[in-house]
């Protein structure tokens, strides 16, 4: 497709349950980052892989999220044991390469609220 | 992670009207960006400014790198609806990026 893809766009799961967030990057591009938005806030940094790697998961609030990207294209958000804290948009955002700025494109988001 | 605070919160503002928003931290920054964020969208990038005193346009959008290197303004000229949105700041420390919370507008027609 033409932008960065996220499923589901909404997301809806009890407390204690497991989540998996799918993004599809646009496609060459190496560079993916994840992001979380509380309402009422900017983005909040998560984890930045290059390629399948993930150069950078200090954004990552505990041993409850994981990501993994492990053909370099779609990457996947996982989190465990959700608490009712976790509920967010998550976004994801892809460029061709590092600090693109103006290649860097935002998806939708998947809005996950845990009741 | 860094503090990026944003002024005003919000406004209300009437169709034709320039707008001004800016957006502050305690740390110096290389890089500046402005995104603005549609209802159940991911932020747009509009401007993004790389060394301080740069003075940048997008249409009618016009952003300001500070000179302390601290702080950016954007100022959008004779507004329209579709206007209407979230802006947000952000800057980066290498390959992480910092958000500030946001300036909602609203412009009345």
């Known amino acids: 497709g033409a932008g960065v893809s996220q499923t589901p766009s909404n997301k809806v799961t009890e407390k204690g349950k497991y989540v998996e967030l799918r993004c599809d990057p646009i496609?060459?591009?190496?560079?993916l980052y994840w992001y979380r938005q509380s309402l009422g806030q900017g983005p909040e940094f998560l984890i930045y892989?290059?390629?399948?790697?993930?150069?950078?998961d200090s954004g990552l609030p505990n041993d409850r999220f994981f990501a993994v990207r492990p053909e370099g294209s779609v990457s996947t958000l996982k989190i465990q044991r959700t608490e009712r804290g976790d509920s967010a948009v998550y976004l994801c955002?892809?460029?061709?390469?590092?600090?693109?700025?103006?290649?860097?494109?935002f998806g939708s988001g998947t809005r996950l609220t845990v009741v | 992670g860094q503090q990026l605070n944003q002024s005003p919160q919000s406004m209300f503002i009437q169709e034709g009207e320039d707008v001004s928003m800016n957006c502050t931290s305690s740390?110096?920054?290389?890089?500046w960006l402005w995104y603005k964020q549609d209802p159940g969208e991911g932020p747009v990038l509009l401007i993004a400014?790389?060394?301080?005193?740069e003075l940048t346009s997008n249409g009618r959008l016009t952003a300001q790198f500070g000179i302390t290197r601290k702080d950016s303004f954007l100022n959008i000229s004779a507004s329209i609806p579709s206007d209407v949105g979230i802006y947000f700041c952000?800057?980066?420390?290498?390959?992480?990026?910092?958000f500030g919370t946001g300036t909602s507008l609203t412009v009345i027609p």
């Open positions: 955002a892809s460029s061709i390469r590092d600090r693109n700025f103006y290649g860097y494109t």
């Open positions: 496609s060459g591009h190496t560079a």
């Open positions: 892989f290059q390629g399948t790697g993930a150069a950078d």
């Open positions: 740390s110096i920054f290389n890089t």
């Open positions: 400014l790389y060394k301080a005193g």
């Open positions: 952000a800057t980066n420390t290498g390959n992480q990026f910092y």
